[in-house]
Protein backbone atom coordinates (compact mmCIF):
# COMPACT_ATOMS: atom_id res chain seq x y z
CA UNK A 1 0.00 0.00 0.00
CA UNK A 2 1.27 3.74 -0.17
CA UNK A 3 3.00 5.12 2.94
CA UNK A 4 5.54 7.88 3.94
CA UNK A 5 8.43 7.14 6.11
CA UNK A 6 10.06 10.74 7.42
CA UNK A 7 13.05 10.45 9.98
CA UNK A 8 12.22 10.51 13.31
CA UNK A 9 12.70 13.53 15.54
CA UNK A 10 12.66 15.41 17.66
CA UNK A 11 15.38 17.51 15.73
CA UNK A 12 17.04 20.05 17.88
CA UNK A 13 19.10 22.95 16.19
CA UNK A 14 20.94 26.04 16.40
CA UNK A 15 19.31 29.02 14.86
CA UNK A 16 21.48 29.41 11.31
CA UNK A 17 21.90 26.22 11.28
CA UNK A 18 21.33 23.83 7.34
CA UNK A 19 17.97 21.56 7.75
CA UNK A 20 17.36 18.66 6.39
CA UNK A 21 14.58 16.26 6.93
CA UNK A 22 14.50 12.78 5.22
CA UNK A 23 11.11 11.48 3.72
CA UNK A 24 10.44 8.93 1.36
CA UNK A 25 7.74 7.43 -0.08
CA UNK A 26 6.27 4.03 -1.22
CA UNK A 27 3.09 4.12 -3.63
CA UNK A 28 1.68 3.14 -6.69
CA UNK A 29 1.01 5.36 -9.58
CA UNK A 30 2.60 8.94 -9.29
CA UNK A 31 1.77 10.68 -6.31
CA UNK A 32 2.03 14.23 -5.74
CA UNK A 33 4.30 15.03 -2.85
CA UNK A 34 3.51 17.45 -0.16
CA UNK A 35 5.53 19.36 2.94
CA UNK A 36 3.05 20.44 6.28
CA UNK A 37 4.10 22.44 8.83
CA UNK A 38 1.76 22.80 11.95
CA UNK A 39 3.10 25.06 14.53
CA UNK A 40 2.44 24.40 18.12
CA UNK A 41 -1.46 24.81 18.85
CA UNK A 42 -2.50 25.22 15.31
CA UNK A 43 -3.74 22.95 12.58
CA UNK A 44 -1.65 21.87 9.85
CA UNK A 45 -0.58 24.74 6.56
CA UNK A 46 0.82 23.24 3.02
CA UNK A 47 4.65 24.71 2.56
CA UNK A 48 5.26 23.28 -0.48
CA UNK A 49 4.48 20.80 -2.80
CA UNK A 50 5.96 19.07 -6.52
CA UNK A 51 3.70 17.31 -8.67
CA UNK A 52 5.79 15.48 -11.09
CA UNK A 53 9.37 14.26 -11.07
CA UNK A 54 12.28 16.47 -10.65
CA UNK A 55 9.92 19.22 -9.94
CA UNK A 56 11.03 21.49 -7.03
CA UNK A 57 8.92 22.83 -4.23
CA UNK A 58 9.82 26.37 -2.57
CA UNK A 59 8.77 28.53 -0.07
CA UNK A 60 9.92 30.46 2.91
CA UNK A 61 13.34 29.41 2.23
CA UNK A 62 12.46 25.82 2.24
CA UNK A 63 12.71 23.86 -0.87
CA UNK A 64 12.23 19.73 -1.49
CA UNK A 65 12.73 17.96 -4.82
CA UNK A 66 10.94 14.86 -5.99
CA UNK A 67 13.13 12.45 -6.54
CA UNK A 68 11.23 9.58 -8.42
CA UNK A 69 14.40 7.32 -8.88
CA UNK A 70 15.22 7.36 -5.16
CA UNK A 71 11.19 8.14 -4.31
CA UNK A 72 12.46 10.69 -1.96
CA UNK A 73 11.16 15.01 -0.93
CA UNK A 74 13.54 15.77 1.49
CA UNK A 75 12.60 19.23 3.20
CA UNK A 76 15.66 21.33 2.96
CA UNK A 77 16.36 25.13 4.70
CA UNK A 78 19.69 26.73 4.43
CA UNK A 79 19.28 29.04 8.11
CA UNK A 80 16.83 27.46 10.14
CA UNK A 81 15.28 30.37 12.78
CA UNK A 82 13.61 29.87 15.78
CA UNK A 83 10.14 30.39 14.32
CA UNK A 84 10.62 27.14 12.19
CA UNK A 85 10.25 25.42 15.01
CA UNK A 86 7.31 23.18 14.66
CA UNK A 87 6.53 19.50 13.55
CA UNK A 88 6.73 19.19 9.66
CA UNK A 89 4.77 16.59 7.97
CA UNK A 90 5.93 15.09 4.57
CA UNK A 91 2.87 13.78 2.80
CA UNK A 92 1.36 12.42 -0.87
CA UNK A 93 -1.39 11.98 -2.60
CA UNK A 94 -2.50 9.57 -5.17
CA UNK A 95 -5.27 8.17 -6.00
CA UNK A 96 -8.83 9.73 -5.17
CA UNK A 97 -8.42 12.17 -2.84
CA UNK A 98 -6.09 10.82 -0.63
CA UNK A 99 -3.64 12.48 1.17
CA UNK A 100 -1.20 9.91 3.06
CA UNK A 101 0.59 11.72 5.97
CA UNK A 102 3.67 10.36 7.17
CA UNK A 103 4.27 10.18 11.14
CA UNK A 104 5.51 13.82 11.37
CA UNK A 105 9.30 15.34 12.67
CA UNK A 106 9.36 17.86 15.35
CA UNK A 107 12.02 21.00 15.08
CA UNK A 108 13.11 22.61 17.55
CA UNK A 109 15.34 25.88 16.80
CA UNK A 110 17.23 27.29 20.26
CA UNK A 111 18.74 30.30 19.99
CA UNK B 1 -11.77 35.77 8.37
CA UNK B 2 -11.31 32.44 8.59
CA UNK B 3 -10.80 29.76 5.86
CA UNK B 4 -11.71 26.55 7.61
CA UNK B 5 -13.49 27.48 11.47
CA UNK B 6 -14.10 24.59 14.02
CA UNK B 7 -16.09 24.87 16.78
CA UNK B 8 -15.66 24.09 19.53
CA UNK B 9 -11.86 24.40 20.27
CA UNK B 10 -11.88 22.55 22.83
CA UNK B 11 -14.10 19.83 24.46
CA UNK B 12 -14.35 17.71 27.59
CA UNK B 13 -16.84 15.33 28.27
CA UNK B 14 -17.14 12.26 30.15
CA UNK B 15 -17.30 8.70 28.77
CA UNK B 16 -21.27 7.43 27.41
CA UNK B 17 -21.90 10.98 26.21
CA UNK B 18 -22.71 12.20 22.57
CA UNK B 19 -20.91 15.30 21.09
CA UNK B 20 -20.74 17.23 18.02
CA UNK B 21 -18.02 19.16 16.28
CA UNK B 22 -18.89 21.40 13.49
CA UNK B 23 -16.74 22.86 10.29
CA UNK B 24 -17.50 25.24 7.96
CA UNK B 25 -15.34 26.06 5.08
CA UNK B 26 -15.88 29.51 3.07
CA UNK B 27 -13.39 29.05 0.38
CA UNK B 28 -16.08 27.69 -2.56
CA UNK B 29 -14.40 24.61 -2.07
CA UNK B 30 -15.92 21.35 -3.04
CA UNK B 31 -14.56 18.63 -0.94
CA UNK B 32 -14.06 18.78 3.26
CA UNK B 33 -12.59 16.08 5.54
CA UNK B 34 -12.08 14.88 9.14
CA UNK B 35 -9.07 13.47 10.07
CA UNK B 36 -8.00 12.24 13.66
CA UNK B 37 -4.70 13.02 15.16
CA UNK B 38 -3.24 11.49 18.01
CA UNK B 39 -1.01 12.06 20.92
CA UNK B 40 2.03 11.28 18.88
CA UNK B 41 1.18 13.35 16.33
CA UNK B 42 0.35 10.46 13.73
CA UNK B 43 -2.44 11.79 11.53
CA UNK B 44 -5.36 9.18 10.30
CA UNK B 45 -8.33 10.65 7.65
CA UNK B 46 -11.57 9.36 8.62
CA UNK B 47 -13.42 10.62 6.36
CA UNK B 48 -14.52 13.14 2.84
CA UNK B 49 -17.24 14.40 1.59
CA UNK B 50 -17.52 15.97 -2.13
CA UNK B 51 -20.23 18.04 -2.33
CA UNK B 52 -22.07 16.78 0.48
CA UNK B 53 -21.47 12.90 -0.84
CA UNK B 54 -19.88 10.71 1.10
CA UNK B 55 -16.51 9.61 -0.96
CA UNK B 56 -14.04 8.00 1.58
CA UNK B 57 -15.03 6.07 5.04
CA UNK B 58 -12.25 4.78 6.43
CA UNK B 59 -12.32 2.13 9.00
CA UNK B 60 -13.90 4.20 12.16
CA UNK B 61 -16.10 2.94 14.43
CA UNK B 62 -19.68 3.50 13.46
CA UNK B 63 -20.09 5.60 16.81
CA UNK B 64 -18.88 8.64 14.50
CA UNK B 65 -21.13 10.28 12.15
CA UNK B 66 -20.29 12.94 9.74
CA UNK B 67 -23.11 14.97 8.45
CA UNK B 68 -22.63 17.55 5.46
CA UNK B 69 -26.01 19.47 5.36
CA UNK B 70 -24.32 21.97 2.29
CA UNK B 71 -20.96 21.85 0.53
CA UNK B 72 -19.50 24.24 3.06
CA UNK B 73 -20.24 22.58 6.18
CA UNK B 74 -19.19 19.46 7.65
CA UNK B 75 -20.17 18.22 11.08
CA UNK B 76 -18.96 15.42 13.14
CA UNK B 77 -21.05 13.78 15.53
CA UNK B 78 -19.53 11.13 17.79
CA UNK B 79 -22.12 8.71 20.17
CA UNK B 80 -21.04 6.68 23.25
CA UNK B 81 -17.22 8.05 23.65
CA UNK B 82 -14.88 6.66 24.83
CA UNK B 83 -11.18 7.08 26.41
CA UNK B 84 -9.79 5.89 23.03
CA UNK B 85 -11.42 8.95 21.64
CA UNK B 86 -9.50 11.90 22.88
CA UNK B 87 -7.50 13.24 20.44
CA UNK B 88 -7.34 16.28 18.17
CA UNK B 89 -9.64 16.58 15.44
CA UNK B 90 -8.99 18.20 12.95
CA UNK B 91 -11.19 19.68 9.88
CA UNK B 92 -9.67 20.23 6.19
CA UNK B 93 -11.16 21.55 2.74
CA UNK B 94 -9.61 21.29 -0.80
CA UNK B 95 -10.87 22.86 -3.93
CA UNK B 96 -11.71 19.12 -5.74
CA UNK B 97 -10.93 15.73 -5.50
CA UNK B 98 -7.81 14.71 -7.51
CA UNK B 99 -6.89 18.62 -7.69
CA UNK B 100 -2.75 19.13 -6.40
CA UNK B 101 -3.74 22.17 -4.60
CA UNK B 102 -3.17 20.36 -1.27
CA UNK B 103 -5.50 20.76 1.88
CA UNK B 104 -6.73 23.84 4.19
CA UNK B 105 -6.89 22.87 7.40
CA UNK B 106 -8.79 24.27 10.55
CA UNK B 107 -6.79 25.28 13.64
CA UNK B 108 -8.26 21.54 15.54
CA UNK B 109 -10.45 20.45 17.97
CA UNK B 110 -9.14 18.92 21.29
CA UNK B 111 -11.89 16.43 22.46
CA UNK B 112 -11.06 15.12 26.31
CA UNK B 113 -12.62 12.48 27.17
CA UNK B 114 -13.02 11.29 30.68
Known amino acids: GNSVTQMEGPVTLSEEAFLTINCTYT??????LFWYVQYPGEGLQLLLK?????DKGSNKGFEATYRKETTSFHLEKGSVQVSDSAVYFC??????????FGPGTSLSVIP | DTAVSQTPKYLVTQMGNDKSIKCEQN?????MYWYKQDSKKFLKIMFS???????INETVPNRFSPKSPDKAHLNLHINSLELGDSAVYFC?????????????FGSGTRLTVV
Open chain 2, 92 to 104: ASSQAPGSNYGYT
Open chain 2, 27 to 31: LGHDT
Open chain 1, 50 to 54: ATKAD
Open chain 2, 49 to 55: YNNKELI
Open chain 1, 27 to 32: ATGYPS
Open chain 1, 91 to 100: ALKTSYDKVI
